[in-house]
């Protein structure tokens, strides 16, 4: 049986209190800074309120913290492991060369292909990156998977929510069963639901309220457990203050 730990946290102060080398894999994906231009100029409507969701959109992660993220995130990788990274085409100049600081290796952008057109006014946007990041060496689980990965976007979900089935290729790919997939920007949870149906642990923290109950929920309708009682008395607690 899968189980979680969630945590209301800051993304780089709850990495620092992960030991070293005690995960397996991170997939993630921060309100990246770009966003606040789209905002700005009025590209998009969803970054002001999801209809699937009571919340206002995230606080935007800076691009100057990404050094202190990637510190974080390549110590509590074990060896031989995979990072990854989604970004959108602007972000990904400045989060590659900073994560390659911190002693990952870039392979390449995968491409999420939407299907459907998206925000922005020039070329509007159908597709958002993922950046593949590699820790020491390891191995792809298939060889055969094609760097485009074509997967509808939700509609009506959680602001920003991610299909579980395009987690559940990369977790296929980057960890075995009954390892411990990570991730410090978790929102609605597709990431931990993917995890937990592929028989993986999941840990993850977000600063919205509203994102740890919705991606508890999920994760319970799953059959997941908590890893430890303290833990949901602390989310709890965390709640209700």
Known sequence: MSRYRLSPSDAVEWLRSLPAASVDLVITDPAYESLEK?????TTTRLK?????SNHWFQIFPNARFPELFTEVWRVLKRDSHFYLFCDPETMFVAKPLAEAAGFRFWKPIV???????????????????????????????????DVLPMPRVYRGYPAEKPVELSEVLIRQSSEPGGVVVDPFMGSGSVGVAAVRLGRDFHGTDICPEALEVTEARLRAEGAQPEAPGDTRELRIARSG
Do not use: P
């Open 49 to 53: 309120r999801s209809k699937g969701s």
């Open 112 to 146: 999420w292909d939407k299907q459907h057109i998206g925000m922005g006014y020039h070329y509007r946007s159908r597709y958002e990156l993922i950046l593949f990041f590699e820790k020491g060496r390891r191995r792809l689980s298939d060889l055969g998977v094609a």
């Open 38 to 42: 789209h905002r700005a100029i009025g």
